[in-house]
């Protein structure tokens, strides 16, 4: 199932805050966040997966809600270099036991001077 | 060396033709994936490959074959060519399985279908 995104974009000035919204119907596995920029590929940001688990990099940082279902991308003091699309994915484990990374449709975050 | 490389980069081709596109990893993964990316951006998973044994088929038509001959490639071969399979074919990777694990991304294959 397909998680769900919001807002689907965002227009920032440099410096200021954003956080990008992924939530489920279901309890997850694991959360995944990727950034892509326009004509590249998706690059991995961090994964989630504890519930009440929060998860940073300088000034972005994830968390995931103690039920699981929802997860929050929090980009602070934003820079030019945060501009592009961003993905939350949700895994599903199949009868075999493999994963399978379900994307949502992405958070397009333009950052302006 | 580049992690996760796909050739050709760009395809440009007429409906009913068929076209490859080639994978390889040099990451030492076990795991590797096709996944389409649409015009609207959404990004979504068409086949898996663990170790050459298919493990994911997203209801994906079967004019789409994907073959791994070894665990460091995996390609996609298209047949009949239709022009909802414009769009930008990624290929990924990943260490483990089971646990979830960060996918390492190609830079993508933009198929045109003219």
């Known amino acids: 199932q397909q998680p769900v995104q919001s807002p689907q974009a965002v227009i920032l000035r440099e410096g200021e805050d954003a956080v990008i919204n992924c939530s489920s119907s279901k309890a997850l596995y694991s959360v995944h966040w990727y950034r892509q920029k326009h004509g590249e590929a998706p690059v991995f940001l961090m994964i989630l997966l504890k519930g009440g688990e929060q998860k940073g990099h300088e000034k972005i940082s994830a968390s995931f809600n103690e039920k699981k279902q929802q997860s929050s991308l929090y980009l602070t003091a934003s820079q030019l270099s945060y501009s592009g699309t961003y993905f939350c994915?949700?895994?599903?484990?199949?009868?075999?036991?493999?994963?399978?990374?379900?994307f949502g449709k992405g958070t397009k975050l333009t950052v302006n001077p | 060396d580049t992690a996760v490389s796909q050739t050709p980069k760009y395809l440009v081709t007429q409906m009913g033709n068929d076209k490859s596109i080639k994978c390889e990893q040099n990451?030492?993964?076990?795991?590797m994936y096709w996944y389409k990316q649409d015009s609207k951006k959404f990004l979504k998973i068409m086949f898996s490959y663990n170790n050459k044994e298919l493990i994911i088929n997203e209801t994906v038509p079967n004019r789409f074959s994907p073959k791994s001959p070894d665990k460091a490639h995996l390609n996609l071969h298209i047949n009949s060519l239709e022009l909802g399979d414009s769009a930008v074919y990624f290929c990924?990777?990943?260490?483990?399985?089971?646990?979830?694990?960060?996918?390492?991304f190609g830079e993508g294959s933009r198929l045109t279908v003219l």
């Open positions: 994915g949700t895994d599903r484990l199949t009868q075999g036991g493999s994963e399978k990374l379900v």
């Open positions: 990924a990777s990943s260490h483990k399985l089971v646990v979830p694990g960060e996918l390492f």
């Open positions: 990451l030492g993964h076990d795991t």
